[in-house]
C-alpha cells in the first residue's frame, strides 16, 4: 500500500504531436512530456508506441491510476471508438478498450477539443459561463459547445466539428476528403500556407528563420516573425484571423453563446490573432449593434487545456467506478 494520490495522466494527440501531462485533481498540470505523431499514413499500431512512450515518460515507473486520451478525431458518443481522424489512421478502430488493454488501467477517450472544453469549463476562461463555444486552432479547428457546464456530444458524438463546415464552395482541398472546409483557410496549416505563398514577393525575416526553403517554414516560424513586427507574417496572421471571426459570427448566429474561448497552439499569438476577429465578428454577425457581442477569449490553460481536460475525464470515470 501506499500513501500515494492516484497518477492520473491526460494524453493530447494532434496531427504533428502528442502532448502527455500528470493533472492534479484541481487541474494542475504537474509533469509533461512530449512525442511526435507518427502521422496518419502509418499503422496505428506505431501512433499507439508514441502514446505508450509518452504515457512511460510521464509515469516515471509509478503505476498509472487512469489515461485520459484526448484525439484529434471523431469520438462515438460512448467514447469508445474513434471513427474518423484525418490527421491520425484510425478509422472506426476500438481505440480505447485496445488501450486499455495495452496498458492495463482505465482508460478514457474523448475528441480533443472537447477535452479542451471540459478543462475551460471546469478550471478556466469559460469556468462560470452559462453557455460557451470553444474552438482550437492547430493543425486544423476543433471546436465544441458547451452548456450548463457539460460538453455537448451530439447524437453521433460528432457536435462541434466546425472545422468542416463548407465555408467556400468548390474551395480548398480538405483532409476530410471535402472542399472548401473552414479550417482550410483558418488554422496553423493555412498560416503557413500563406507565409510560403508570399515568400519572395517582399522582404521577410521568414526567408533567414526556413534557411530560404520554404517547406521548412513551421507555424512558430510565422508567430516569431510577427512577435518581431515582420510585415508577412503579420499578414498571414490577419487573414487568418479574419476568417477566424467570419467563422465565429456564423457559429454565435446559430447558438448566441455567453462566451467564446479560442484555444490550440495558434492561439499563443493572442492579440495578434484575436484583434482582427474580434473585427470580423462584430462586422459578420447579425444585429451585432443589437446585442451584446460574446467576449473572444483566449484559452487560459494554453497548449495543456486538451490533455488536463483529458485527465479530468479520466479522473471522473475513476470516480465513478
Ligand atoms: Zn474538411
Redesign the pocket.
Known sequence: MTDEPPLVVGIDIGGTKVLAVEAGPDGQVLRTAHAGTPGRLVEPSLVEDALTAALQDVAGGRPVAAVGLAAAGFVDASGERVRFA?HLPWRDDPVRARLAERWGTTVALDNDANCVARAEASYGAARGAGSALVVTLGTGIGGAIVLDGVVLRGHNGMAGEF??MQVVPDGQP???G?RG?W??YCSGNELVRIARRELGRMPTILDELCGGDPERLTGPMVSQAAEQGDLLARRAFGSVGDWLGVGLANLVAALDPEVVVVGGGVSAAGDRLLDPARAALTRSLVGSGHRAVPPLLRAHLGPEAGAVGAADLARALLASG
Open positions: 484525418p472545422g468542416h480538405c483532409e476530410c471535402r472546409c479550417e482550410q
